[in-house]
């Protein structure tokens, strides 16, 4: 058994959260273990529930289409969601169920260590890029202790908005010198305060 399938195996017994009683599958996350780039969306909606995988809607098949347009399928990569249960007619995750979920996550990105870590929507950049705004600093980096975190939009606001998918195609097409270049990406200076992040314009 691999540590990401013990990992799944804990998630699945997971019930700290109203959402877990009314669950049809958890959907902790999919992809390969060695994965140098980590996707994070938000939460898993109806399709995601049904069948236990993350992004395999209308949203999960844009973003296939964009891991395409760099030569990715989604076995090379990692997809996680920042909350592993459906919330309720797929309103909003709440901070409690964030929080609920966040050692989750984190045990994930700990088994996966990628050099890269995308955001893909507000909450999983809330996590990474405090107190930002997501229209400014869409397919901008910063490296913070040699990982890389890119913000994009998400697919599924992208999907329905002309201008918003233009903008998550562009950026998704930085991603392969971004990686390349890593060493290049300057480090972020170790300062407390998230307003004082430096993000860097590829
Ligand atoms: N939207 C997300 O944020 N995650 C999914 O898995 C599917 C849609």
């Known amino acids: 058994m691999t540590p990401l399938s013990e990992l799944y195996q804990q998630i699945e017994l997971c019930r700290q959260c109203e959402i877990a009683r009314f669950r049809n599958k958890v959907v902790p996350g999919e992809g390969a273990e060695d994965a140098a780039i980590m996707f994070i969306g938000e939460a898993p909606g109806w399709h995601e529930d049904q069948q236990g995988r993350p992004f395999v809607g209308p949203a999960g098949q844009f973003l296939d289409r964009l891991l395409a347009s760099i030569n990715l399928n989604r076995q090379q990569v990692y997809i996680a969601n920042v909350i ?47 107190g930002k705004t997501i229209s400014k600093i869409h397919g901008t980096a910063v490296k913070r202790d040699d990982v890389i975190y890119f913000a994009m939009y998400h697919p599924a606001a992208a999907l329905h908005q002309q201008s918003l998918r233009a903008a998550i195609e562009a950026d998704m097409l930085k991603i392969p010198a971004l990686l390349a270049e890593a060493d290049r990406v300057a480090e972020e200076k170790h300062e407390p305060e998230p307003q004082q992040l430096n993000l860097f314009e590829v």
């Open 84 to 130: 592993k249960c459906r919330p309720s007619s797929n309103r909003d995750p709440l901070p409690t169920e964030i929080a609920n979920c966040h050692p989750w996550l984190e045990k994930q990105i700990e088994i996966i260590r990628p050099k890269m870590i995308v955001t893909l929507g507000r909450y999983s950049m809330a996590r990474y890029f405090p």
